[in-house]
Protein backbone atom coordinates (compact mmCIF):
# COMPACT_ATOMS: atom_id res chain seq x y z
CA UNK A 1 0.00 0.00 0.00
CA UNK A 2 1.28 3.36 -0.94
CA UNK A 3 1.81 6.25 1.71
CA UNK A 4 -1.01 8.41 0.18
CA UNK A 5 -3.51 5.07 0.54
CA UNK A 6 -2.85 4.49 4.29
CA UNK A 7 -2.89 8.67 4.81
CA UNK A 8 -5.83 8.33 3.31
CA UNK A 9 -7.25 5.70 4.91
CA UNK A 10 -6.25 7.40 8.16
CA UNK A 11 -8.19 10.46 7.43
CA UNK A 12 -11.52 10.85 8.42
CA UNK A 13 -12.99 10.46 5.37
CA UNK A 14 -17.35 9.64 4.60
CA UNK A 15 -18.75 6.70 5.98
CA UNK A 16 -19.70 4.58 8.76
CA UNK A 17 -16.72 2.58 10.43
CA UNK A 18 -18.61 1.43 13.30
CA UNK A 19 -19.92 -2.28 12.85
CA UNK A 20 -23.43 -2.47 14.93
CA UNK A 21 -24.60 -5.93 13.81
CA UNK A 22 -24.35 -8.62 10.98
CA UNK A 23 -24.76 -9.60 8.44
CA UNK A 24 -24.39 -5.96 7.32
CA UNK A 25 -27.88 -3.85 6.91
CA UNK A 26 -27.26 -3.50 3.29
CA UNK A 27 -28.51 -7.78 3.40
CA UNK A 28 -31.62 -6.95 4.89
CA UNK A 29 -34.77 -7.45 2.38
CA UNK A 30 -38.41 -6.03 2.38
CA UNK A 31 -38.47 -9.98 0.90
CA UNK A 32 -37.45 -11.19 3.82
CA UNK A 33 -40.62 -10.17 5.31
CA UNK A 34 -42.50 -13.49 5.82
CA UNK A 35 -39.19 -15.11 7.66
CA UNK A 36 -39.93 -11.84 10.09
CA UNK A 37 -43.62 -12.40 10.20
CA UNK A 38 -43.05 -16.09 10.97
CA UNK A 39 -40.50 -15.67 14.00
CA UNK A 40 -43.14 -13.50 15.22
CA UNK A 41 -45.86 -15.97 15.19
CA UNK A 42 -43.19 -18.63 16.81
CA UNK A 43 -43.00 -19.09 20.24
CA UNK A 44 -39.36 -18.23 21.77
CA UNK A 45 -36.61 -20.55 22.15
CA UNK A 46 -36.07 -21.38 25.96
CA UNK A 47 -34.15 -19.61 28.06
CA UNK A 48 -33.59 -16.34 25.21
CA UNK A 49 -34.73 -13.03 27.28
CA UNK A 50 -36.68 -10.68 25.79
CA UNK A 51 -35.64 -7.04 25.42
CA UNK A 52 -38.00 -3.78 24.34
CA UNK A 53 -36.35 -0.61 22.50
CA UNK A 54 -38.57 2.10 22.10
CA UNK A 55 -37.17 4.96 19.71
CA UNK A 56 -38.36 8.30 20.39
CA UNK A 57 -37.03 10.46 16.87
CA UNK A 58 -37.76 14.01 18.09
CA UNK A 59 -35.14 16.51 18.70
CA UNK A 60 -34.42 20.11 19.14
CA UNK A 61 -32.21 20.53 16.48
CA UNK A 62 -30.44 18.56 14.60
CA UNK A 63 -26.70 17.87 15.74
CA UNK A 64 -24.34 18.22 12.38
CA UNK A 65 -23.00 14.98 12.61
CA UNK A 66 -26.36 13.22 12.97
CA UNK A 67 -27.33 10.38 10.83
CA UNK A 68 -30.58 8.76 12.89
CA UNK A 69 -33.93 9.47 11.96
CA UNK A 70 -34.94 12.24 13.85
CA UNK A 71 -37.29 15.19 13.41
CA UNK A 72 -36.84 18.76 14.47
CA UNK A 73 -40.48 20.21 13.27
CA UNK A 74 -42.78 18.23 15.49
CA UNK A 75 -45.76 19.87 17.16
CA UNK A 76 -47.36 18.76 20.26
CA UNK A 77 -50.03 17.32 17.21
CA UNK A 78 -47.79 15.52 15.61
CA UNK A 79 -46.18 13.88 19.14
CA UNK A 80 -49.07 12.58 20.40
CA UNK A 81 -49.93 10.49 17.04
CA UNK A 82 -46.54 9.03 17.00
CA UNK A 83 -46.96 8.01 20.76
CA UNK A 84 -50.24 6.60 20.05
CA UNK A 85 -48.62 4.87 17.17
CA UNK A 86 -45.60 3.52 19.31
CA UNK A 87 -48.10 2.19 22.55
CA UNK A 88 -50.72 0.35 19.58
CA UNK A 89 -47.16 -1.41 17.83
CA UNK A 90 -46.87 -2.73 21.50
CA UNK A 91 -49.91 -3.71 22.20
CA UNK A 92 -49.60 -5.89 18.70
CA UNK A 93 -46.13 -6.83 19.31
CA UNK A 94 -47.20 -8.52 23.06
CA UNK A 95 -49.98 -10.47 21.59
CA UNK A 96 -47.41 -12.17 19.55
CA UNK A 97 -46.65 -15.96 20.22
CA UNK A 98 -43.08 -15.10 20.11
CA UNK A 99 -43.55 -13.31 23.59
CA UNK A 100 -44.35 -17.01 24.94
CA UNK A 101 -45.01 -15.12 28.62
CA UNK A 102 -41.79 -13.78 28.92
CA UNK A 103 -41.44 -10.91 31.05
CA UNK A 104 -38.96 -8.07 30.01
CA UNK A 105 -35.58 -8.69 30.70
CA UNK A 106 -34.63 -4.90 29.76
CA UNK A 107 -36.49 -1.98 28.31
CA UNK A 108 -34.57 1.23 26.60
CA UNK A 109 -35.55 4.33 25.40
CA UNK A 110 -33.23 5.57 22.85
CA UNK A 111 -33.80 7.90 19.78
CA UNK A 112 -33.85 10.82 19.33
CA UNK A 113 -34.10 12.19 22.87
CA UNK A 114 -36.37 10.82 24.56
CA UNK A 115 -36.33 13.63 27.00
CA UNK A 116 -37.89 15.67 24.42
CA UNK A 117 -40.87 14.32 25.28
CA UNK A 118 -42.75 16.73 28.26
CA UNK A 119 -43.28 14.68 31.74
CA UNK A 120 -46.80 14.74 31.38
CA UNK A 121 -45.98 12.88 28.21
CA UNK A 122 -43.83 10.99 29.17
CA UNK A 123 -45.82 9.84 32.39
CA UNK A 124 -48.97 9.08 29.87
CA UNK A 125 -46.83 6.72 27.38
CA UNK A 126 -45.09 4.83 29.91
CA UNK A 127 -48.12 3.98 32.34
CA UNK A 128 -49.82 3.06 29.10
CA UNK A 129 -47.13 0.64 27.85
CA UNK A 130 -46.18 -0.59 31.50
CA UNK A 131 -49.80 -1.84 31.45
CA UNK A 132 -49.12 -3.94 27.99
CA UNK A 133 -45.84 -5.00 28.83
CA UNK A 134 -45.10 -4.29 32.75
CA UNK A 135 -41.11 -3.43 33.21
CA UNK A 136 -41.52 -3.11 36.93
CA UNK A 137 -39.20 -7.02 37.05
CA UNK A 138 -36.65 -5.64 34.51
CA UNK A 139 -33.05 -5.94 34.81
CA UNK A 140 -32.52 -2.37 33.38
CA UNK A 141 -34.29 0.39 31.63
CA UNK A 142 -32.61 2.69 30.56
CA UNK A 143 -34.01 6.73 29.19
CA UNK A 144 -31.21 8.77 26.85
CA UNK A 145 -31.38 12.28 27.90
CA UNK A 146 -29.95 15.69 26.18
CA UNK A 147 -29.22 17.57 29.21
CA UNK A 148 -30.81 20.86 28.40
CA UNK A 149 -34.25 19.17 27.97
CA UNK A 150 -34.35 17.73 31.29
CA UNK A 151 -35.69 19.88 34.58
CA UNK A 152 -36.22 17.93 37.97
CA UNK A 153 -39.63 17.25 37.82
CA UNK A 154 -39.24 15.41 34.51
CA UNK A 155 -36.23 13.19 35.97
CA UNK A 156 -38.35 12.52 38.78
CA UNK A 157 -41.45 11.16 36.58
CA UNK A 158 -39.00 9.17 35.21
CA UNK A 159 -37.51 7.58 38.36
CA UNK A 160 -41.35 6.75 39.47
CA UNK A 161 -41.44 4.79 36.36
CA UNK A 162 -38.71 2.74 37.32
CA UNK A 163 -36.01 3.98 34.96
CA UNK A 164 -32.63 2.34 36.15
CA UNK A 165 -29.69 3.41 33.95
CA UNK A 166 -29.85 7.73 32.74
CA UNK A 167 -27.60 8.02 29.40
CA UNK A 168 -26.69 11.63 29.30
CA UNK A 169 -25.83 13.01 25.68
CA UNK A 170 -23.01 15.32 26.99
CA UNK A 171 -20.35 14.43 24.08
CA UNK A 172 -18.46 17.63 25.10
CA UNK A 173 -18.17 20.70 27.83
CA UNK A 174 -16.71 23.50 25.22
CA UNK A 175 -19.77 25.65 25.13
CA UNK A 176 -17.93 26.67 21.15
CA UNK A 177 -17.73 22.98 19.96
CA UNK A 178 -20.95 22.08 21.53
CA UNK A 179 -22.10 25.22 19.19
CA UNK A 180 -20.22 24.15 16.00
CA UNK A 181 -21.35 20.97 16.08
CA UNK A 182 -25.10 21.78 16.66
CA UNK A 183 -25.50 20.51 20.27
CA UNK A 184 -28.59 22.19 21.48
CA UNK A 185 -27.33 21.88 25.37
CA UNK A 186 -24.67 24.06 27.31
CA UNK A 187 -22.21 23.71 29.51
CA UNK A 188 -23.88 24.70 32.49
CA UNK A 189 -27.13 21.81 31.91
CA UNK A 190 -24.82 19.28 31.96
CA UNK A 191 -23.77 19.84 35.83
CA UNK A 192 -27.40 21.09 36.61
CA UNK A 193 -29.44 17.96 35.11
CA UNK A 194 -26.18 15.22 36.56
CA UNK A 195 -26.78 16.93 39.93
CA UNK A 196 -30.65 16.06 39.79
CA UNK A 197 -30.12 12.62 38.98
CA UNK A 198 -27.25 12.03 41.40
CA UNK A 199 -29.76 13.52 44.04
CA UNK A 200 -32.92 11.44 42.60
CA UNK A 201 -30.58 8.43 43.48
CA UNK A 202 -31.12 6.97 39.79
CA UNK A 203 -28.99 3.14 40.25
CA UNK A 204 -26.73 3.85 37.22
CA UNK A 205 -26.05 7.44 34.91
CA UNK A 206 -24.02 7.08 31.84
CA UNK A 207 -22.30 10.52 30.07
CA UNK A 208 -21.38 9.91 26.37
CA UNK A 209 -18.69 11.60 25.22
CA UNK A 210 -17.37 12.01 21.25
CA UNK A 211 -13.35 12.13 20.53
CA UNK A 212 -13.18 14.45 17.53
CA UNK A 213 -15.90 17.16 16.83
CA UNK A 214 -15.17 19.46 15.06
CA UNK A 215 -12.87 21.83 16.83
CA UNK A 216 -11.44 19.66 19.37
CA UNK A 217 -7.98 19.60 20.51
CA UNK A 218 -5.37 18.22 22.87
CA UNK A 219 -6.13 20.49 25.24
CA UNK A 220 -9.71 20.64 25.67
CA UNK A 221 -10.15 17.12 25.42
CA UNK A 222 -7.73 17.07 28.59
CA UNK A 223 -10.32 19.10 29.85
CA UNK A 224 -13.32 17.23 29.11
CA UNK A 225 -11.74 14.04 30.85
CA UNK A 226 -10.50 16.01 34.34
CA UNK A 227 -14.05 17.23 33.84
CA UNK A 228 -15.89 13.90 33.55
CA UNK A 229 -14.01 12.29 36.49
CA UNK A 230 -14.93 15.05 38.56
CA UNK A 231 -18.18 14.19 38.19
CA UNK A 232 -17.59 10.71 38.91
CA UNK A 233 -20.31 9.13 36.78
CA UNK A 234 -20.63 5.08 36.85
CA UNK A 235 -20.04 4.60 33.33
CA UNK A 236 -18.53 6.49 30.31
CA UNK A 237 -19.30 6.22 26.68
CA UNK A 238 -16.81 7.61 24.30
CA UNK A 239 -17.14 7.28 20.93
CA UNK A 240 -14.88 8.22 18.42
CA UNK A 241 -16.36 10.85 15.21
CA UNK A 242 -17.64 9.37 12.06
CA UNK A 243 -18.62 10.97 9.19
CA UNK A 244 -21.34 9.15 7.89
CA UNK A 245 -22.76 9.88 5.26
CA UNK A 246 -26.25 12.19 5.17
CA UNK A 247 -25.16 14.45 7.89
CA UNK A 248 -24.76 18.41 7.86
CA UNK A 249 -21.29 17.70 8.45
CA UNK A 250 -20.60 15.59 5.25
CA UNK A 251 -23.00 17.53 3.07
CA UNK A 252 -20.71 19.91 3.74
CA UNK A 253 -17.34 18.57 3.20
CA UNK A 254 -19.03 16.96 0.08
CA UNK A 255 -19.28 20.54 -1.46
CA UNK A 256 -16.16 21.58 -0.37
CA UNK A 257 -14.21 19.01 -1.77
CA UNK A 258 -16.38 19.95 -5.45
CA UNK A 259 -15.34 23.24 -4.95
CA UNK A 260 -18.74 24.21 -4.96
CA UNK A 261 -18.41 26.20 -1.47
CA UNK A 262 -15.26 27.20 -0.11
CA UNK A 263 -13.85 27.51 3.42
CA UNK A 264 -14.33 31.81 2.48
CA UNK A 265 -17.62 31.64 1.03
CA UNK A 266 -19.18 29.41 3.95
CA UNK A 267 -22.38 30.85 4.66
CA UNK A 268 -23.21 29.82 8.14
CA UNK A 269 -20.59 30.02 11.40
CA UNK A 270 -17.75 30.71 8.79
CA UNK A 271 -15.69 31.38 11.81
CA UNK A 272 -16.18 28.23 12.43
CA UNK A 273 -13.70 25.65 12.19
CA UNK A 274 -14.94 22.81 9.43
CA UNK A 275 -15.88 19.23 8.98
CA UNK A 276 -12.59 19.02 6.59
CA UNK A 277 -10.60 19.83 10.13
CA UNK A 278 -11.86 16.68 12.38
CA UNK A 279 -8.77 14.75 13.53
CA UNK A 280 -7.54 11.93 11.95
CA UNK A 281 -8.38 8.74 12.94
CA UNK A 282 -4.87 7.92 14.54
CA UNK A 283 -5.57 11.36 16.86
CA UNK A 284 -8.86 9.84 17.76
CA UNK A 285 -7.56 6.62 19.03
CA UNK A 286 -4.63 8.58 21.11
CA UNK A 287 -7.34 10.62 22.51
CA UNK A 288 -9.74 7.44 23.34
CA UNK A 289 -6.24 5.84 24.77
CA UNK A 290 -5.61 8.88 27.51
CA UNK A 291 -9.15 8.88 28.23
CA UNK A 292 -9.31 5.04 29.20
CA UNK A 293 -5.63 5.92 30.98
CA UNK A 294 -7.01 8.48 33.33
CA UNK A 295 -10.42 6.58 33.95
CA UNK A 296 -7.93 4.07 34.93
CA UNK A 297 -5.86 5.71 36.99
CA UNK A 298 -9.32 7.59 38.93
CA UNK A 299 -10.15 3.39 39.62
CA UNK A 300 -12.47 2.50 36.08
CA UNK A 301 -12.35 -0.50 34.21
CA UNK A 302 -12.48 -0.63 30.43
CA UNK A 303 -15.50 -2.58 29.91
CA UNK A 304 -15.62 -2.20 25.72
CA UNK A 305 -13.84 -0.41 23.00
CA UNK A 306 -16.21 2.46 23.96
CA UNK A 307 -16.94 2.80 27.58
CA UNK A 308 -15.70 2.48 30.52
CA UNK A 309 -17.17 1.77 34.13
CA UNK A 310 -16.31 2.84 38.22
CA UNK A 311 -17.57 -0.49 39.45
CA UNK A 312 -17.75 -3.24 36.78
CA UNK A 313 -19.46 -5.35 39.88
CA UNK A 314 -22.26 -3.25 40.08
CA UNK A 315 -22.33 -1.44 37.29
CA UNK A 316 -23.68 -3.56 34.08
CA UNK A 317 -25.05 -2.92 31.17
CA UNK A 318 -27.90 -5.09 30.40
CA UNK A 319 -28.95 -3.81 26.89
CA UNK A 320 -25.45 -4.45 25.45
CA UNK A 321 -24.75 -7.74 27.14
CA UNK A 322 -27.94 -9.31 26.01
CA UNK A 323 -28.62 -8.08 22.65
CA UNK A 324 -24.63 -8.79 21.94
CA UNK A 325 -25.43 -12.65 23.30
CA UNK A 326 -28.29 -13.18 20.70
CA UNK A 327 -31.33 -12.32 22.87
CA UNK A 328 -34.84 -11.17 21.86
CA UNK A 329 -35.79 -7.48 21.23
CA UNK A 330 -38.69 -5.60 20.06
CA UNK A 331 -37.50 -2.71 18.25
CA UNK A 332 -40.37 -0.13 18.06
CA UNK A 333 -40.93 3.21 16.25
CA UNK A 334 -40.10 4.32 13.10
CA UNK A 335 -37.04 3.06 11.83
CA UNK A 336 -35.91 0.82 14.68
CA UNK A 337 -33.70 -1.82 14.75
CA UNK A 338 -35.02 -5.53 16.40
CA UNK A 339 -33.84 -9.10 16.67
CA UNK A 340 -36.48 -11.83 17.13
CA UNK A 341 -36.24 -15.54 17.03
CA UNK A 342 -33.05 -15.76 14.54
CA UNK A 343 -34.59 -13.19 12.20
CA UNK A 344 -32.99 -9.09 12.21
CA UNK A 345 -36.30 -6.85 11.76
CA UNK A 346 -36.19 -3.09 10.60
CA UNK A 347 -39.58 -0.94 11.28
CA UNK A 348 -40.20 0.89 7.71
CA UNK A 349 -37.92 4.66 7.68
CA UNK A 350 -40.34 7.37 7.48
CA UNK A 351 -43.28 8.66 9.58
CA UNK A 352 -45.70 8.38 7.15
CA UNK A 353 -45.61 4.74 6.77
CA UNK A 354 -45.56 4.27 9.98
CA UNK A 355 -48.01 5.79 11.47
CA UNK A 356 -50.65 4.70 7.80
CA UNK A 357 -49.74 1.25 8.91
CA UNK A 358 -50.51 1.47 12.77
CA UNK A 359 -53.57 3.20 11.70
CA UNK A 360 -54.80 0.16 9.71
CA UNK A 361 -53.64 -1.99 12.99
CA UNK A 362 -50.31 -4.00 10.49
CA UNK A 363 -47.23 -4.20 12.59
CA UNK A 364 -44.95 -1.18 10.49
CA UNK A 365 -42.17 -4.06 9.68
CA UNK A 366 -39.82 -2.85 6.89
CA UNK A 367 -36.84 -5.09 6.10
CA UNK A 368 -35.85 -8.10 7.56
CA UNK A 369 -32.89 -10.92 7.54
CA UNK A 370 -33.49 -14.23 8.67
CA UNK A 371 -30.02 -15.18 10.08
CA UNK A 372 -28.60 -18.82 9.62
CA UNK A 373 -26.48 -20.13 12.89
CA UNK A 374 -23.62 -19.54 11.26
CA UNK A 375 -24.39 -16.00 11.07
CA UNK A 376 -25.51 -15.77 14.64
CA UNK A 377 -22.08 -17.61 15.84
CA UNK A 378 -20.52 -14.71 13.58
CA UNK A 379 -22.20 -11.60 14.85
CA UNK A 380 -21.79 -12.83 18.23
CA UNK A 381 -17.91 -13.35 17.58
CA UNK A 382 -17.87 -9.60 15.91
CA UNK A 383 -20.09 -8.06 18.89
CA UNK A 384 -17.82 -9.75 21.96
CA UNK A 385 -15.00 -8.70 20.56
CA UNK A 386 -15.94 -5.30 21.46
CA UNK A 387 -15.68 -6.50 24.77
CA UNK A 388 -12.17 -7.14 24.44
CA UNK A 389 -12.39 -10.79 25.17
CA UNK A 390 -13.85 -14.37 23.68
CA UNK A 391 -14.42 -17.05 25.65
CA UNK A 392 -13.93 -20.49 22.96
CA UNK A 393 -15.85 -22.67 26.27
CA UNK A 394 -18.97 -20.19 25.96
CA UNK A 395 -19.11 -20.80 22.09
CA UNK A 396 -18.31 -24.73 22.51
CA UNK A 397 -21.30 -25.02 24.49
CA UNK A 398 -23.60 -22.81 22.95
CA UNK A 399 -22.90 -23.31 19.14
CA UNK A 400 -20.84 -26.88 19.16
CA UNK A 401 -17.85 -24.61 17.42
CA UNK A 402 -14.22 -24.87 18.22
CA UNK A 403 -13.72 -20.84 17.15
CA UNK A 404 -9.79 -21.51 17.62
CA UNK A 405 -9.85 -23.92 14.96
CA UNK A 406 -12.42 -23.16 12.57
CA UNK A 407 -11.62 -18.74 12.59
CA UNK A 408 -7.88 -19.81 12.92
CA UNK A 409 -6.30 -17.73 9.74
CA UNK A 410 -8.74 -15.25 11.04
CA UNK A 411 -7.58 -14.79 15.02
CA UNK A 412 -3.53 -15.65 13.43
CA UNK A 413 -4.12 -12.41 11.52
CA UNK A 414 -5.01 -10.25 14.01
CA UNK A 415 -2.64 -11.88 16.93
CA UNK A 416 0.31 -11.80 13.85
CA UNK A 417 -0.67 -8.11 13.54
CA UNK A 418 -0.51 -6.92 17.25
CA UNK A 419 -4.47 -6.67 17.68
CA UNK A 420 -4.96 -9.72 20.10
CA UNK A 421 -4.20 -12.85 21.44
CA UNK A 422 -4.66 -16.25 21.76
CA UNK A 423 -4.05 -18.57 24.92
CA UNK A 424 -5.81 -21.52 25.49
CA UNK A 425 -9.72 -21.00 25.55
CA UNK A 426 -9.17 -16.93 25.80
CA UNK A 427 -8.95 -14.81 23.30
CA UNK A 428 -8.48 -10.99 24.26
CA UNK A 429 -7.84 -7.84 22.16
CA UNK A 430 -4.84 -5.63 22.80
CA UNK A 431 -5.33 -2.53 23.99
CA UNK A 432 -4.41 -1.07 20.60
CA UNK A 433 -6.83 -3.53 19.54
CA UNK A 434 -9.46 -2.41 21.25
CA UNK A 435 -9.22 1.03 20.55
CA UNK A 436 -9.94 0.31 16.66
CA UNK A 437 -12.00 -2.62 16.50
CA UNK A 438 -14.06 -1.60 13.81
CA UNK A 439 -11.58 -1.93 11.66
CA UNK A 440 -10.47 -5.04 11.96
CA UNK A 441 -13.58 -7.03 12.35
CA UNK A 442 -14.77 -7.68 8.88
CA UNK A 443 -12.00 -10.21 8.94
CA UNK A 444 -14.63 -12.62 10.59
CA UNK A 445 -17.15 -11.94 8.11
CA UNK A 446 -18.05 -14.78 5.68
CA UNK A 447 -16.32 -13.77 2.12
CA UNK A 448 -20.03 -12.51 0.80
CA UNK A 449 -20.25 -9.84 3.38
CA UNK A 450 -16.72 -8.54 3.52
CA UNK A 451 -16.26 -4.77 2.18
CA UNK A 452 -20.08 -3.72 2.81
CA UNK A 453 -20.74 -0.39 3.54
CA UNK A 454 -22.19 -0.26 6.77
CA UNK A 455 -24.44 2.95 6.57
S1 LIG B 1 -29.42 14.72 19.92
FE1 LIG B 1 -28.71 12.73 19.15
S2 LIG B 1 -30.35 12.00 17.84
FE2 LIG B 1 -30.72 14.19 18.17
S3 LIG B 1 -29.79 15.19 16.42
FE3 LIG B 1 -28.24 15.13 18.05
S4 LIG B 1 -27.09 13.22 17.71
FE4 LIG B 1 -28.98 13.10 16.52
Redesign the pocket.
Known amino acids: MSTTAIVDQEKTGLGNYFIANYPPFAYWKKDFLPAAQAALDTPPVAGVPLGLYLHI???????K????R?Y?DKNAKDIEVYLDALVKEVELLARKPVVGGRPLHYVYFG???PSYLSASQLRSLMTRLREIMPWQTASEVTF?C?PGTLQQHKLETLREMGVTRLSL?V?NFKPEILQYN???HLEDEIYRAFGWARDLGFPQINLDLIAGMVGEDWDNWKQCITKTIAMAPDCVTIYQMELPYNTVFSKALRDEESGKVSLEQAPTESASPHASQIADWPTKREWVQYAFDEFVKAGYSVSSATTVVKNPEKTRFVYREALWTGADMFGTGVASFGHVGGVHIQNVDTWEQYIEMLDRDELPLGRAFPTTPRDRLIREIVLLLKTGHLDAGYFRKKYGVEISTEFRTAFEKLEREGWLTVAGDRIDTTRAGLMQIDRHLQVMFDPQYRGTRYA
Request: glycine residues 18%; aromatic residues 18%.
Open positions: PFCRKRCFCYFVTGGTEEGEGRA
